[in-house]
């Protein structure tokens, strides 16, 4: 058979249920560390893909595994109720994406988000079922382990189904989360039975929450494939939790579900330093604004200016800010619109973009400029702040394979609506819920069909010799790519540990005047410098800040979580 046929038929075994071994895999190769190592959010989610390393898994087996137990103990933030963004490599170097985001449903149009004629505001949707995009985290999983998976499709789910039977204890930030979001959390009658008292009160740390419902669902998708998440009882029960919700009921249909795929995409990869870094590419706008300040930035010298030195953090600023802009009106969905994607990261257009950059003053306005392919029709203004439901975890294993997974129900508990005993994602808030500025069409728009755009920015960073360096990515909104900008230029230009790159402040210029730095952190010491460069609105805040990564060196894996977390990395 060619080995195109082998994938097909793996694929299609996977999705009918059947747990065979997909033949696309090379055997073990030899190990080129010394152990693999996870990182995540929650160290039960940690575990659960180390354990697949022990088995013999590949890093996509543990990276599946640990989406899956992140489901059951971080519901806030991730799971199949949601979609993702893999990014993989392996031993050679080769890198390849898959597009898990959600879709809106067929009947979805522009004016998506009004009512009786007037745009509807975010607390108004959510929680509510009209922010409610076909989930793709199951459709995502069954495609990469067809091509990458070692274990048995069934094996992946069995450290999440344990956790969901056999019950998990709430933890400090899930209690904050519940309390602070209690709403959202407590939209449904399932959410309020698993998490909440009598008195209508969290239930307190330490408890022990089973969830019998998702355990039920998760054997279901073990053992009968990923079809029967998108078809039958699951899909059903997502449709009817939608079309019947209290609250801005929509129109999503079992066929919307059934339609579902995820889909590969080529990874977008540029170079910093002689460094190759790559992400993904639409509808992530990750990669671009990734890239695109890093690259603006390389005529400066990173590295002799320091991390003490406001003038690095000014730069930081004013990169990101022209980076911000051009994603602010370009990124979308590239199946929908033009998306410049080679221009918006060309070397020649983002030198001219770099010399608009000072050391010692501020750009006045940070506008969007014209890479090449640019259409001038688009434009997408919005930068959310304020997110908390998504989760990214990093994996390597033995071999040499990696794995760069960012994972996301959107805002915490997504849209609040639980169906099979897990909450679905409230994706579709992240489209431009104004499809017209100034009288044009935004590229972000609400379109059936269409995925939102997001600033997920799972990434790999390969060294000068062609090894694998960094696997690195965030959640937090908006600030996800400021905060893998940060772990990047730490590492490479800074040469700080992983664990110390990860702990450094974040500082965030999401295009407009305003800069915002970590409320607490030793950036706020930095305002007065900052104003006197040329910044007259720079805003301690408190930003929604958690990263996950690896670091390779020689032939050790070094693990890092961001230490604002609970997050934690696990040696195989």
């Given amino acids: 058979m060619t080995p195109r046929l082998i994938t097909l038929l793996a694929a299609a075994a996977t999705l009918s249920g059947c747990t065979i071994i997909p033949r696309t895999v090379e055997p073990p190769a030899a190990a080129l560390y010394e152990a693999g190592m996870v990182s995540a959010a929650d160290p039960r989610a940690s575990e ?17 595994a640990t989406m899956l137990a992140l489901t059951v103990v971080e519901p806030q933030s991730s799971g199949i109720g949601g979609g993702g963004f893999y990014v993989a490599a392996n031993a050679r170097g080769e890198v390849e994406t898959i597009d898990g985001r959600e879709t809106a449903p067929a009947a979805a149009h522009p ?9 509807l505001k975010f607390p108004e949707v959510v929680p ?3 922010s409610v995009g076909v989930p793709g985290n ?13 274990l048995t499709w069934a094996a992946l789910f069995a450290p999440a189904i344990k956790l969901a039977r056999e019950g998990f204890a709430i933890t400090p930030r899930l209690h904050a989360m519940l309390k602070s979001n209690a709403k959202v959390a407590g939209f449904s009658a399932e959410g309020r039975a698993m998490f909440f008292g009598a008195d209508g009160q969290p239930l307190p740390v330490g408890t022990v929450v089973k969830n019998p419902a998702l355990a039920d669902s998760l054997q279901m998708f073990a053992d009968q494939g990923a079809k029967a998440f998108y078809t039958g009882p699951n899909a059903r029960a997502i449709v009817t939790k939608v079309t019947t919700a209290p609250v801005n009921p929509a129109p999503m249909t079992e066929a919307d579900i059934a339609a579902y795929a995820a889909k590969d995409r080529a990874a977008v990869c540029g170079t910093y330093r002689a460094y190759r870094v790559c992400s993904m590419g639409p509808p992530s706008s990750g990669a671009t604004t990734l890239l695109a300040t890093l690259i603006q930035l390389e005529r400066f010298d990173m590295k002799a200016l320091g991390k003490d030195n406001p003038v690095s953090w000014h730069l930081i600023a004013e990169s990101q800010r022209l980076a911000y802009a051009d994603r602010a009106r370009f990124a ?16 020649k257009y983002l030198t001219g973009r770099s010399a608009l950059i000072s050391q010692s003053g501020s750009i006045a306005k ?5 890479p090449p392919g640019a259409e001038k029709l688009t434009f997408a203004p919005s930068s959310q702040l304020a997110e908390n439901g998504t989760s990214h975890f990093a994996v390597v ?7 760069s997974y960012t994972s996301t129900i959107e805002s915490a508990f997504g849209s609040g609506i639980v169906a099979g005993g897990y909450y679905l994602n409230n994706e579709l808030t992240d489209f431009d819920m104004n499809p017209q500025l100034n009288g044009r069409l935004v590229a972000n728009r609400v379109e059936g069909g269409k995925r939102p755009r997001s600033s997920m920015t799972p990434a790999l960073v390969f060294g000068p010799d062609g090894r694998l360096r960094l696997v690195v990515g965030a959640a937090g909104g908006a600030t996800i790519p400021a905060q893998v900008i940060r ?11 992983v664990q110390q790159a990860l702990a450094l402040p974040v500082l965030f210029a999401p295009g407009t005047e305003t800069v915002y730095v970590e409320q607490g952190s030793w950036l706020e010491g930095m305002i007065p410098a900052l104003k006197a460069l040329g910044h007259a609105d720079v805003q301690p805040r408190a930003l929604p800040l958690k990263a996950n990564a690896i670091e390779l060196r020689g032939s050790q894996p070094w693990g890092a979580a961001d230490p604002r977390s609970e997050g934690k990395a696990i040696r195989e």
């Avoid at 004016?111 to 745009?119: I, S």
Wanted: glycine share 12%; charged share 15%.
């Fill in 111 to 119: 004016q998506w988000f009004y009512k009786d004629g007037v745009l």
């Fill in 397 to 403: 294993d033995r071999a040499g394979n990696a794995v």
């Fill in 487 to 497: 772990a990047v230029i730490g590492v490479i230009d800074w040469d700080l540990p």
């Fill in 366 to 370: 940070a506008v969007a400029g014209t």
């Fill in 332 to 347: 979308a969905d590239a199946d929908f619109v033009t998306v410049p994607v080679a221009g918006m990261i060309d070397r």
């Fill in 138 to 150: 199951i459709a995502l999983a069954a495609k990469a382990h067809a091509a990458h998976g070692r």
């Fill in 128 to 130: 509510g079922a009209t």
């Fill in 48 to 64: 659960a893909g180390a354990q697949m390393l022990r088995q013999g898994g590949t890093a996509t087996d543990a990276a599946i």
